[in-house]
């Protein structure tokens, strides 16, 4: 999550990591770690990970709240897992989730030699994400580390620590080794419209995707897997001959993109897996705009500003070609980017593409799958769906990522029992549609194979 140190408090339903003002400078590889977990309590890690279980605090406050987490009444459906970094030191943030008035996540990697802290359970809601509607269906892991620092916080002992437990999360959980559903918090999209500019920007541009999707035993190769083909039949797929897509794919070293508010010269050029997005094929063109993010404002080169950029392994309809530069369909908006055939920075893919059925001039976009009013029982407030600023367009395509029925997560209090899930008839399918995922209604859109 980016950064303790400027965060935003939490709130019933979009709880991320709050500002720390008390966080303390980086800690040198020779400090000690915590104690091992009692005898009685195993981490739910792979035996040969070092990994020790350091619980979150889950317990009641005054004036009716509880503290840090939610339990899910029964066995959670997982279709994430979040990749985040702290923005402070691992001892920082293992002191922080023992807080029962701050917020959760359910492991803690750290940097010098990748150990583990698990603190909730896979079936405990953390309350990471910043969107309770991921909160509700994902893991969440937060790296020690800094997002502006080049990546020389994500360690090769981390890279692999982090692969090897999100693998075997992944098997045990049953969740796609993708980037539809292993996602940085910077794909996390706001719940709300009022949400969207505040939500997070980590792990950031320096996370090497590419690297930690090899160490996954899944490489990124454009070619989508098993869940992206189920949902394709599900949904009856029908052929559209300007249906393609990419997935972009820089090599990391040589893509040196420039960045400002990055170490301390505030102004930095080197490797990283991100491409940046011009409103034509020219590099003094303006990046692409996010009127999310920036309502009344450009987007910027800031290392903390992913409006005008695309991210490693993330899969787009393909808009175009010209010279040296490719153009895919972002944000409802035709993107371009520095794509020359010498040192390509994308590669054809392969996998379902979703666009406006025919009579739609656009469609709805969404932060959060959740159900229609009627599927709401006496008692439990409804949760509207709350479109967001942004629309698709007729015309445009966006990649299909997953497809889920609408559900809510009621958490009534302190105790599971009165805890609801609401599960609704609504289909939404999961797009990536700007750097974040998001969702459209079903009935809105058409499913075309790419």
Same mark, same amino acid.
């Given at each position: 999550?980016d950064?303790i ?6 709130r ?5 990591l709050?500002a720390?003002p ?17 005898a009685?309590?195993?981490?739910d890690?792979p ?8 619980p979150?605090?889950y ?10 987490h939610?339990r899910y009444p ?22 922080l989730?023992?807080?029962p008035?701050y917020?959760?996540?359910?492991f803690t990697?750290?940097?010098s ?17 910043g969107?309770?509607?991921f909160?509700s269906?994902?893991?969440?892991l ?9 990546g020389?916080?994500?360690?090769e002992?981390m890279?692999?620590a982090s ?9 045990k959980y ?32 320096y996370?090497d ?5 090899t160490?996954?035993?899944s ?17 009856g797929?029908?052929?559209?001959n300007?249906a393609r897509?990419v ?6 070293a ?6 400002s ?5 505030g102004?930095c ?21 996010d009127?999310g ?11 903390y500003?992913?409006?005008?950029r ?8 393909f808009?175009?070609?010209?010279g ?15 794509? #020359? &055939? ?5 590669? +054809? $893919?392969?996998?379902?593409l979703v666009t406006?059925?025919?009579?739609l @001039? %656009?469609?709805?976009?969404y932060?959060?799958a959740?159900?229609?009013?009627s599927a ?7 949760q509207? #769906? &709350? ?5 698709? +367009? $007729?015309?445009?395509?966006?990649s299909?990522?997953?497809t889920?029925? @609408? %559900? ?12 609801r899930?609401?599960?609704?008839r609504?289909?939404y399918h999961?797009?990536?549609?700007g750097h974040?995922v998001?969702?459209?209604?079903a009935?809105d859109?058409t499913?075309v194979?790419?």
């Amino acid at each position: 999550m980016d950064p303790i140190r400027a965060g935003r408090a939490k709130r019933a339903e979009d709880r991320c990591l709050p500002a720390d003002p008390a966080a303390t400078p980086e800690r040198g590889p020779g400090e000690t770690g915590l104690p091992a977990a009692p005898a009685s309590t195993a981490p739910d890690c792979p035996p040969a990970l070092a990994c020790e279980w350091l619980p979150a605090a889950y317990r009641r406050l005054r004036k009716g709240g509880h503290g840090n987490h939610d339990r899910y009444p029964g066995t959670r459906p997982i279709d994430y897992i979040v990749i985040h970094d702290g923005e402070s030191p691992y001892d920082v943030m293992t002191r922080l989730v023992k807080d029962p008035t701050y917020v959760s996540w359910h492991f803690t990697l750290r940097s010098s030699d990748g150990h583990i802290a698990q603190h909730l359970r896979a079936d405990d809601v953390g309350w990471h994400a910043g969107n309770w509607y991921f909160n509700s269906r994902s893991i969440g892991l937060e790296h020690e580390g800094y997002l502006a620092r080049g990546g020389a916080w994500y360690t090769e002992a981390m890279y692999r620590a982090s692969a090897r437990l999100v693998r075997y999360l992944a098997r045990k959980y049953d969740v796609p080794l993708d980037r539809a559903h292993i996602l940085g918090h910077d794909n996390v999209p706001g719940a709300t419209p009022a949400t969207v500019q505040g939500m997070h920007e980590d792990p950031g541009p320096y996370w090497d995707w590419d690297h930690y999707f090899t160490l996954l035993g899944s490489p990124l190769t454009g070619v989508r897997g098993r869940e992206v083909s189920l949902v394709s039949a599900a949904a009856g797929a029908r052929p559209a001959n300007s249906a393609r897509s990419v997935m972009i794919k820089p090599d990391y070293a040589a893509n040196t993109s420039f960045f400002s508010g990055c170490a301390k010269s505030g102004r930095c050029r080197r490797g990283s897996g991100t491409v940046w997005l011009h409103v034509r094929p020219s590099p003094a063109s303006p990046l692409v705009r996010d009127i999310g993010k920036h309502p009344t404002g450009a987007s910027t080169y800031s290392v903390y500003d992913h409006a005008g950029r695309a991210s490693t392994g993330q899969r787009y309809a393909f808009a175009g070609r010209r010279g040296d530069w490719t153009a895919i369909w972002y944000l409802g908006q035709r993107a371009w980017f520095y794509d #020359p &055939a010498g040192a390509r920075r994308s590669v +054809p $893919a392969s996998g379902p593409l979703v666009t406006p059925r025919p009579g739609l @001039a %656009s469609v709805k976009v969404y932060g959060r799958a959740y159900p229609e009013a009627s599927a709401y029982p006496p008692g439990i407030p409804v949760q509207q #769906p &709350a479109p967001l600023q942004y629309t698709l +367009p $007729a015309g445009q395509f966006y990649s299909l990522g997953l497809t889920r029925r @609408a %559900s809510y997560l009621h958490t009534g209090g302190f105790s599971p029992a009165s805890h609801r899930v609401i599960a609704g008839r609504t289909r939404y399918h999961q797009i990536q549609f700007g750097h974040r995922v998001m969702f459209v209604r079903a009935e809105d859109v058409t499913v075309v194979p790419g």
